[in-house]
């Protein structure tokens, strides 16, 4: 797909997505909207939804990235940051961040305890399913079911034990349903710039994802260190994972359902699913968010919702293709 | 007398209680093509993926080209020694020419950096060989069992390693297919070592420069072909008796 296709997919859904919301404009008020800057619905647009729409892209674009870059290392088309237990891990950790009163201000703390928490999750997740010495594909899958277990009830936990007002105790829940948050254009700065640096050095893996299907032998054979590679990328994936997170709370399935389609769209070499399935990610979120704001106004649906009732049919989906193969 | 390209010493390899090799000796000269033989379950794959450094014998030692494994960095002994597995697959549906340029890339490392100037034109010479100019676009996974099984060898060789280890290459050829296989393994030996794990005898026979014999975990005979496949330890091993004819002046191992 050439740039400007990918600019021309980038400008639609951000549009669709910036359209829809609680009161959805007719095109003729949109226009008014944007040639009006200083009338109230247009402050609505372009200092709410602009900046949380562009949010919702980064998010998308983490959660799409992580899915490939775990599925690529587990060689499991079931691998994925939530099913891992990645990001619930990182919720625990942005959980004692919000909670507990810290040395560190809490921009800083957040992505970092976030990040802990992902990174030792998968961690634990992977040792036990070695552990167990399950077959590879179900093994991962039991042990991220376990650990996803016992890290929701230490989130609750938390939350019951630490939480005295009710401010915290809000940010928390909505983090557990998922829901993008309203950033400010320099807190979206800097999501935008971890999120492009989280897709530069998820690149450099590319090459080295492509040996690794080739098996661990040949893999070692052609000079992979497999096991320090593993490592790494394990490493890379937790952070993006964080970073989608911090911003975006529990998102189901987005991780696990766009590799897949992207994988059938452009191939399986990583030189173009990992950028594939970040822009895809990040697109369908942007629309997904979008929906969550204008399904039930003035409500809005939690977006980890959305994205389990579309996304859990498709995983049933790819378990029973997995069980025929 | 050729320097060696591969020697090993007492290889031992145990996987549970069972030693799969057990004082496995071999020395491969330079430049020839070797052929392993031997019975089902005698320990050939597990041999060569010892000599391949894919698995890390229990004891004993294997030298590459004169080198001890601790002479040799990651990367370099990924350039100089090629394994190409008995069921070679990839878990990614890839198409034929990204397998190639992987295989390009064998031992150059495969890292941000590395992956810029690992864009190597395709071996016109090798893809024709194995017939695959017609396939370089098709995903691997729908290929059969024949187009697979050439398109894995190119990706082995593509690097031109100074040493192949090749388990069962030709298993899924058809005759033709398996004779040019042959065929080209025999050129490959003009500067490649090519140690090839074969199952039929007679292939041995028409292409191999020497045969490594192996039995029970160990090397048992290794020499000139002629010489080991007349020998009646082969019989002894294989338990069959074996008519040795001449076709065409050629030795011809037949079954009584």
């Not at chain 1, 697109?283 to 994205?307: N, V």
């Not at chain 2, 052929?35 to 794959?45: H, Q, S």
């Amino acid at each position: 797909m050439t740039a400007a296709k990918l600019a021309a997919a980038f400008v639609v859904c951000a549009l669709g997505a910036i359209w829809l919301g609680a009161d959805i404009p007719s095109p003729g008020a949109l226009l008014h909207a944007v040639t009006h800057p200083q009338e109230p619905f247009s402050v609505l647009l372009l200092s709410w939804r602009a900046p949380r729409v562009l949010a919702a892209f980064c998010v998308g674009a983490c959660l799409g990235l992580a899915g490939a870059v775990f599925q690529g290392v587990f060689r499991n088309p079931l691998a994925e940051p939530y099913l891992l237990g990645s990001a619930g891990g990182a919720a625990v950790g942005a959980t004692i961040a919000i909670l507990l009163p810290l040395p560190l201000a809490q921009a800083v703390a957040l992505p970092l305890f976030a990040f802990a928490g992902a990174w030792g999750a998968t961690i634990l997740v992977v040792l036990t399913a070695r552990l167990a010495g399950v077959g590879e594909a179900s093994g991962l899958l039991l042990a991220g079911i376990g650990v996803a277990a016992v890290l929701a009830a230490l989130r609750s936990l938390l939350l019951l034990a630490l939480s005295d007002e009710t401010v915290s105790l809000q940010v928390v829940l909505s983090w557990t349903l998922g829901g993008i948050q309203t950033p400010f254009w320099d807190e979206l700065a800097v999501l935008a710039g971890l999120t492009a640096a989280g897709l530069v050095l998820c690149l450099g893996l590319a090459s080295g994802l492509d040996v690794l299907g080739l098996g661990d032998a040949v893999a070692a054979n052609m000079g992979l260190p497999v096991e320090r590679f593993l490592r790494r990328a394990v490493l890379l994936a937790a952070a993006v994972t964080a970073v989608a997170v911090c911003w975006g709370g529990l998102v189901a399935f987005v991780g696990l359902v766009v590799p897949h389609v992207m994988r059938w769209r452009f191939g399986a070499a990583h030189r173009q699913l990992l950028p594939a399935s970040a822009f895809a990610g990040g697109c369908l979120l942007m629309l997904l968010d979008g929906a969550a704001r204008a399904l039930l106004p003035p409500a809005e649906i939690p977006l980890g919702l959305i994205t389990a009732l579309l996304g859990g049919p498709f995983f049933l989906l790819l378990l029973a293709r997995e069980a025929r193969r | 007398m050729s320097p060696l390209a591969l020697e090993a010493d007492g290889l031992r390899v145990v996987r549970g209680r069972r030693a799969i090799l057990d004082g496995f000796d071999v020395a491969v000269p330079s430049h020839r093509l070797v052929a392993m033989i031997g019975p089902n379950g005698a320990g050939k794959t597990t041999a060569l993926r010892a000599l391949a450094a894919v698995e890390a014998p229990d004891a004993g030692r294997v030298r590459w080209l004169g080198r001890d494994a601790a002479a040799w960095d990651r990367r370099s002994l990924a350039r100089a020694v090629s394994y190409l597995p008995q069921q070679f697959r990839s878990h990614w549906d890839l198409s034929v020419a990204e397998l190639i340029a992987l295989g390009a890339a064998r031992g150059r490392g495969f890292g941000w950096l590395d992956g810029l100037h690992a864009s190597v034109a395709p071996d016109l010479a090798l893809t024709q060989a194995l017939e695959l100019e017609a396939l370089m676009t098709r995903r691997f996974a729908s290929l059969s069992a024949g187009e697979q099984a050439r398109a894995a060898f190119a990706m082995a060789t593509v690097s031109h390693p100074a040493i192949l280890l090749a388990d069962e290459p030709a298993a899924s050829l058809d005759v033709a297919h398996q004779l040019r296989l042959m065929a080209l393994m025999r050129r490959l030996a003009g500067d490649t070592t090519v140690v090839v794990v074969l199952h039929d005898l007679n292939l041995a026979a028409r292409f191999a420069d020497e045969v490594i014999l192996v039995a029970a975990g160990k090397c048992r005979l290794a020499g000139p072909t002629e010489t080991i496949l007349e020998s009646l330890e082969l019989d002894e091993i294989f338990e069959t008796r074996f008519e040795r004819l001449s076709v065409n002046g050629r030795l011809h191992l037949a079954p009584r």
